[in-house]
Structure formats: C-alpha cells, structure tokens
C-alpha cells in the first residue's frame, strides 16, 4: 500500500499488541517501545493527536512474577496485570516523557463505552487530556474487569476509543501485517488485500484464526473492530509492528491493510431511525438480548418475549428491556404475524415455523439504535462538539 500519511489524519488511535511490547523471556521490548514513541512524538509533533491503547499487561506480569507459559486462573492473570500495568504504564510515561510529552493512564472497562453516563465520563476525561496535550494511554482494567464485562481483546476496546473519541483513524499494529484471504502461513494460494472498501460478509469470512499465544485478538476480533470503526466513519489500518518504528514505516509505504471508512452515512440514517416519533409496535426483549445489543450485536428471534402492535416488515418498532423502558429503536425485519410466531424461537427453528428461510435477526444491528448509546457514531452526531473541537 502507498499514498498513506498518518500526519494527514486528525486524531489517530494506535493500537499495540501484547507480543510486540512483551518478550516473554526478556520482558518489555524497551528499544521497540522506544522507536514507537519516536514514531507518536513525530506525529504529535505535526499536530496529530495520537492515543494510544497498549496491551501487554498480562504479558507482562507474567513475566515479572515468573508464571511461565501455564494457563492462568482467572485472578493469576488478574494479578499478572496488576503487576504488568503498572510497569507497562512507566515504561510509556518514561518514554513519551523523553519527548517531552506527558501521558495519562486511562484504565476502562466494558461499561464506561457502552453506558451512556460513564460513557460520557470516559471522553470527558480523554478529550481533557488531549486538549491538555497530554498522550492518553488506554488499557482494559483488567485486574478488576471479568467475563461478561469484559472486551477480553483490545482491538475491538481500541475502535470503541476511536469511534467514542471521534477519531479519523485507528491503527492495530500486531504481528500480522495485513489482511489475506486466507491465513498466508497456511493456505500457498493466500492474496494479499490492500485496501478494503466495505467489510462484507466475504471479508469477515476471511478472519481466520491469526493469534499468536501472547495476544488474545486474532484476525477476527481485528475486523469486528474494523467494522465499529468504519461504520463510525473512522478508517482502519492493519499493519505489522515487528521492525522498530512501524508506523513510519507505514509511511514510506510497508505493506498494511486499509480499511475505508463508510460512505454511508450511518450517522444520518441512524438519527433518522432514532427520531421516528411514533414508533408502529413494541418488541419485548430478554435480558440476555439486551445485552446482546448493548455489545453491538443485533435483535434475534430468541430474545423475543413480547410483540405488540399491527406493524409490516420495515416500519420502527420501539425495543423495551426487561424493565420496561426503551432499549432502543430498530427497523424490525418481520410483520408483527410472523414475528408473533418466532418469538422466542432459536435461528434453526424459524424457517420449520414460518415455512421459509428467513433472516436471523429481528432487528438486524445495522437498523438498530440503543436509547444508551453503544460508542458508535450517532453519539459523536448529537454529543460530540466537545470532542471535535477539542
Ligand atoms: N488487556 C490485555 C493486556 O493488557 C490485552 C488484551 C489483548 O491482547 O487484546 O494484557
């Protein structure tokens, strides 16, 4: 790939994976992290706001505390991080700080991107430090964050940073230098694929496994975060970080995978579904549906506990949680007969029920919005002056 400039780019978020700054017998890989703050402190220097999300806590507490390559119980690798944060969190401010450029730590869980009011708090507090020059230095909680609150990768953690932040560009430097369609060290006939205009379901169906055993994300959770990021309307970059320097490196032209941003204006078609004023029914949804939806995915069948109201396929329907009050608003893909009948159903079952194959989705994600806003672009739309002026 040619032609990119990073210094083009307004706010870029950087996402590093844990085997690129950990060595698991040596430990930090200092004069890597070294280059890289060279590469931030360029582009800071060209007026670009950069933030980065740095992986590598469990990596390495692992190797401080000297817990090997065994499998960790959920708290070992919670205490693995505790200890592997704090050393991850001086290395970055010592580094930066040699530019310098001052850094702040910012530790997020699950729930401060996706619930609107700790949402809020969260870019509140990273714009503030960007409007105070300061290089935010974004990680999971991990000590505190488990399961089901938990992103567990950072790649899609580091879309949701670039989506909430109003960001242009979000880089994830790995040790997978781009997208193939297949695993190159696998399959002779593997392409590579330098650009990608829209991630389609052919594209997603190329995400094979690509995890090395020190990172969780694999090609997988790198294009979910590419399809957060660009439905935002923010590009994505897929880039190996193994030489020293990677993102000059991306630059002078290395190979990389760029990901277009939409062209499609989600945000206005999203608006315009959030203000539909008289919504033609109400759909009743589990909890587990909820959330389901709360991390993006979209409304199915089985969630279903209640349908009311006379509406045709395409109209809005109002979504109601368990406790009553709107979830969200979505175009529902079923006349409220047929959606009557699935309710409640598993995918497999709908086609016996309705005498055809179907969609799987209710509301299919992309028709969807949350009362509470999810971190994708409809709350930069209505919020986010702050943030684009910042
Ligand atoms: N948050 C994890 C860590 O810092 C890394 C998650 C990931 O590799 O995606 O250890």
Partial sequence: MSGISLSSYRRVTVKIGSALLVDRAAGLRREW????????????AAGTEVLVVSSGAIA?????????????????????????????AGAWSGELGRHGLISGQVLVTLGDTEERRRYLNARATIST???????????????????????????RLAARVATMMGGDLLVLLSDVDGLYTAAPERDPTARFIPVVDRIT??????????????????????LDAGRIA???????????????GPLSAIDRGARATLFKPSPMPVRAYKTWIAGQLEPAGRIGIDDGALRALLQGKS???AGVKRVEGAFSRGDTVAIMGPDGREAGRGLVAYDAADAVKIAGLKTGDIAAVLGYEARAAMVHRDDLVLSQPTGEA???KVEGTDVAGA
Avoid: F, H, W
């Fill in 299 to 301: 409304l199915l069948p």
């Fill in 33 to 44: 992290l070294a280059a890289l703050v060279d590469d931030v402190a360029r582009l800071a």
């Fill in 129 to 155: 430090l960007l409007k105070m020059r300061a290089i935010p230095v974004i990680n999971e909680n991990d000590t505190v964050a488990t399961s089901e609150i938990r992103y567990g990768d950072n790649d």
């Fill in 201 to 222: 379901p052919e594209i997603m169906a190329m995400g094979g496994a690509a995890a090395s055993d020190l990172s969780r994300g694999g090609m997988r959770t790198k």
């Fill in 230 to 244: 660009t439905a935002a309307g923010v590009a994505m970059i897929i880039a190996s970080g193994k030489q020293l």
């Fill in 60 to 88: 390495l507490g692992r190797t401080v505390l000297g817990l090997g390559r065994r499998a960790l119980r959920l708290e070992e690798s919670q205490a693995a991080a505790a200890v592997g944060q704090i050393a991850l």
């Fill in 378 to 380: 409809d709350k930069r």
